[in-house]
């Protein structure tokens, strides 16, 4: 390989291989969710067999448990939706109100 990144792990076994293993940043953006909040982001070429997506916080914890909380993410071919609590937990008074990146890839293996 004349480019690219390797990573091994302890043990010395190869984890990660540019070469063979590559990814494409299809969205990367900042958001603020507020309580009760739901973000909606369209990826048009997402797809659920071949991307994944990550919430990435921002900044410092403020301390507050429920506005430090990660916010609850789920993913369809072609969007993320974010909220800011588990829709299945609807009595529940804490909800996430955290800053954080939303960083979505395509893979190829």
């Given at each position: ?9 302890a043990n010395g076994t190869l ?95």
């Amino acid at each position: 390989m004349s480019y690219g990144v390797r990573t091994w792990s302890a043990n010395g076994t190869l984890q990660l291989d540019t070469g063979t293993f590559t990814y494409q940043v299809l969205h990367s953006q900042t958001y603020a969710l507020a309580k009760e909040q739901m973000i909606t982001v369209q990826v048009p070429e997402f797809r659920t067999d071949n991307c994944s997506a990550a919430i990435l916080p921002i900044g410092a914890p403020s301390g507050a448990y429920a506005n430090d909380a990660m916010p609850y993410m789920t993913v369809s071919n072609g969007s993320v939706i974010i909220r800011s609590k588990n829709p299945s937990e609807p009595g529940r008074d804490s909800a996430s109100q955290l800053r954080f990146r939303l960083l979505v890839m395509r893979y190829r293996n």
